[in-house]
């Protein structure tokens, strides 16, 4: 099959499922090509099934705003007829779904029917789509799109919840590559950068925005490393990322944490790893979590959107109501308490992390655009 993936390139969850679906489908012989405005953080190589499109949107002194919805659906439109792209794939709704859209039916004009999937992420849905100033633009293109799925059941409930949608929309999980992790032989140097043999290792990764809770991470590392030796791996940057440095340094902790900024050598850190914080506000999934346990890294989490989906409470890890940074300590205590209860948590955080296989998600995706293809056929 030939796929257009549209998606955001940055350090986002959606961008990186988006990536990783796009590379595994081109190793399985699909010819993908990426159409964004700057080459995807994950897309290292290209090769001849792998395309990467670069939208430009040409400054010009009367645009308050750029228009990039019009030079992407434009660029759609373009690559479709150039590489006879058969099916869109457009990652979050915003604009990307209003986009494929337009372009489906300029397409449309010239006699090409092409079906376009929608997936949608998370806060496409639950912060920014639900405001009144978008809600109509995205009710439209998630009705006007051929296939919409959504990356939990949690996200699905939201959906139909907050926007009157008249599609089905299928729930497919996110996925992790497992053998990836396992093959990579990087992963037996360097723990001592980050941390003494005898302190635990806790991570958290994010784009540090306010929905991720920075302040409630620091909280309960606080409360941690004043019962057990430890440190703390901040990954990521954001608006809360400044603050979150002064607290540290308020609360006397500068010393046990490690700013890394954006970075990636996101698998390396979580190797060394012992525990992954995320008690974000909401989170329709948590790839975050997911990636963390692939590692094999135990989760406390919030009890928030499609966290429960994903992370097992008293298996993975544990789950508590937003907010609730004691008990989140508590339990990060229980797991870190001893190294055979540790271990426990370990081996079931990879054998939950298991079932989002990317083997056993890819053939949903497959079977939906073997789906999408027939409808204009
Ligand atoms: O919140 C983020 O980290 C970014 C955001 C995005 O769109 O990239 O993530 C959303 O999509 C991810 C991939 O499907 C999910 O794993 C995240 O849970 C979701 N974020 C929220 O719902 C807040």
Redesign the pocket.
Known sequence: MKIAIVC?P?F??????ATELGLELARRGHEIHFITYSQPVRLALLSPNVHYHEVNVPEYPLFHYQPYELALSSKLVDMVKLYKIELLHVH?AIPHAYAGYMAKQMLKDEGINIPMVT?L????I??VGNHPFYKPAVTFSINKSDFVTS?SQS?KDDTLKLFKIKNEIEVIP?FIELDKNMNDPSTACHRSVMANKNERIITHI??F?K??RIPDIIKIFFSIQKEIPAKLMMVGDGPEKEKAEYLCQELGIQDKVIFFGNSNEIDKILSYTDLFLLP?????????A?EAMAWSVPVISSNS??LPEVNFDGISGYLSDVGKTDEMAQNALKILKDDATLQKFKENALSVAKQFDIKNILPLYEALYEKALKKYV
């Not at 974000?280 to 975050?288: D, P, R, Y």
Request: avoid cysteine.
């Open positions: 955001y940055t986002g969850g959606s961008g990186v499922v979050y997936t992420h998370g806060t496409d639950t912060l990356v996200l996110n994010s784009n925005r929905v991720k974000s506000e909401t989170e329709s999934f948590g790839l975050a997911l959107g499609g």
